[in-house]
């Protein structure tokens, strides 16, 4: 019994957290040491909860309330709710680290870390639920307090960020809502394992398509994926960099996540016809994020940009349809979410170390010159997004491109050469930044700030990157084994459903 309650924990600990850190609002040392405390004691659960699952090779379930499944709120970890999880809550951890060595005024802010803690919550629940309406309760916390995060920015503009935010998650809301209703209407039940054993029993429900229909459109735009993606680069370029950092790396893999569990658990006889929109909707991400990079003059416009190419990869691995590939996409995931928070985090530091704090090319160019540490750290960074070894964005490059390869088919060699082309864009942008802003001489005479952020996070994060590039095999191990899970939901489903 100790051992179910162990998968709520993860959520439950940063939700009370954030409690208690609104009571210390007039004393932020004391409010940051006590939030930092919070997420290395919920990822420490996290951990546990990732152990359990893997070692035992079962599903941790806890059935909120007692009651059983599906007629309460099923909380769910098997391989791969648990991967993300780990996933959200590392990156995460990091977040915190560079907030609280910042010079933002905006995380000085007496709600900045209750705020951040809601959001962990928010998010590392999502990945956890077994129920799709509980799934709406975790994105209604993740988006409200997404967007009261960006609205104290320092930037001017963060309020208008905000409010196009709020705009497209209502919307989103709305999608969301319907598809609920329609699955409800159809099935009766919302519980994910219930609702997947009984798709497959009665696949002609006339709502079905359209529940499908409307929670894709749904998970298209948490996860900013192409042509949903327009409100991503305002919004991540004006938030404050810790939270740029979390949205751009974190925060989006909640659609992705909904895309693998759609193709993998909720409707599998229905899964050909959405890899086939995946497939398509990948390449256009690739190829429109990549050249949107290359023509945008700030530093985190440029990474916002290349999101939306890292996840049209990722996409596209999804879309390829099978355990190979999924592996691949996964593991692309968290390579991704270490090595995107990690240079977002760079980005805010010769921000902050410029006369103005602004990412923009024409007032950082040349600052880099008087911190040649970050110069470093950004250099390796950016191999890591091109995919260039010894990274660990050449490890999963390599396995998506293998995926690719072993899935055969045409529609799969046409994506592939497609991507494998387009993904030279990264190489070109990042090169770019790293010689406006350390290589070039500085156009204004205005003296560079003494310093700035801190970069112990980022240094951390870009160490992981190269430790996961060196050391692959246990990561791919750990993504196989989730892939394989996901591909074979009799276990999950067993285990959610158990009387």
Request: aromatic share 12%; with cysteine; glycine share 10%.
């Amino acid at each position: 019994m100790l051992i179910s309650h162990l998968v709520i924990l993860p959520f439950v600990i940063p939700l009370a957290g954030t409690a208690i850190g609104v009571l210390l609002h007039k004393h932020w040392r004391a409010q940051a040491a006590w939030s930092l405390g919070v997420l290395l004691t919920s990822m420490a659960a996290t951990i546990a909860v990732f152990w359990s699952v893997h070692t035992t090779g079962q599903p941790l379930i806890f059935q909120m309330g007692g009651w059983t499944a599906p007629f309460g709120i099923s909380i769910a970890a098997d391989a791969l709710s648990s991967l993300m999880a780990l996933m959200v809550q590392v990156v995460m951890v990091f977040g915190l680290i560079y907030a609280i060595g910042a010079k933002d005024a905006a995380v000085r802010y007496p709600m900045f870390m209750p705020l951040f803690l809601a959001l962990v919550t928010g998010l590392t629940g999502g990945m956890l639920t077994g129920d799709i309406f509980n799934l709406f309760v975790m994105v209604e916390l993740m988006v409200i307090t997404a967007a009261a995060l960006t609205a104290i920015s320092d930037d001017r503009y963060g309020p208008e960020a905000a409010l196009k935010y709020v705009y497209i998650s209502v919307l989103a809301s709305i999608f969301l809502l319907i598809a609920i209703g329609c699955l409800y209407i159809g099935y009766g039940t919302l519980n994910m394992a219930d609702l997947a054993q009984r798709v497959q029993a009665n696949p002609d429900q006339p709502t079905l398509w359209l529940g499908i229909v409307f929670l894709f459109a749904t998970f298209m735009v948490k996860s900013a994926a192409f042509p949903f993606h327009f409100w991503q680069p305002d919004f991540h370029t004006v938030a404050p960099t810790p939270v740029s950092a979390m949205l751009s790396s974190v925060v989006v893999k909640l659609g992705v996540y909904g895309f693998m569990r759609m193709t993998t658990l909720l409707f599998v006889g229905q899964a050909d016809t959405i890899h086939t929109l995946l497939l398509i909707i990948g390449v256009a991400g690739v190829a429109y994020g990549g050249f949107g990079a290359l023509g945008t003059h700030n530093a985190k416009r440029m990474l916002a940009y290349s999101t939306l190419a890292q996840l049209g990869f990722i996409l596209v691995a999804i879309g390829w349809g099978t355990p190979l590939a999924l592996a691949a996409a996964i593991l692309f995931t968290i390579n991704h979410s270490l090595i995107k928070s990690a240079l977002l985090m760079l980005a805010g530091y010769v921000a902050s170390r410029a006369p103005i704090k602004s990412a923009s090319f024409e007032v950082v160019q040349g600052v880099g010159r008087h911190a040649p540490w970050a110069g470093v750290l950004f250099f390796v960074g950016g191999m890591a997004l091109a995919g260039l070894p010894p990274t660990n964005g050449f490890i999963s490059k390599l396995a998506l491109f293998r995926s690719g390869a072993a899935a055969g088919g045409e529609s799969t060699w046409i994506s592939l050469a497609i991507i494998g082309v387009l993904s030279l864009l990264s190489l070109i942008y990042v090169m770019r930044a790293f010689m406006r802003i350390w290589w070039q001489p500085r156009t204004s005479e205005n003296k560079v700030k003494a310093t700035g952020d801190s970069l112990l996070a980022p240094t951390c994060l870009i160490g992981l990157c190269l430790i996961l590039g060196i050391f692959a095999e246990p990561l791919l191990q750990v993504t196989t084994t989730a892939a394989q899970w996901a591909y074979a939901p009799a276990l999950y489903i067993q285990a959610v459903l158990v009387k």
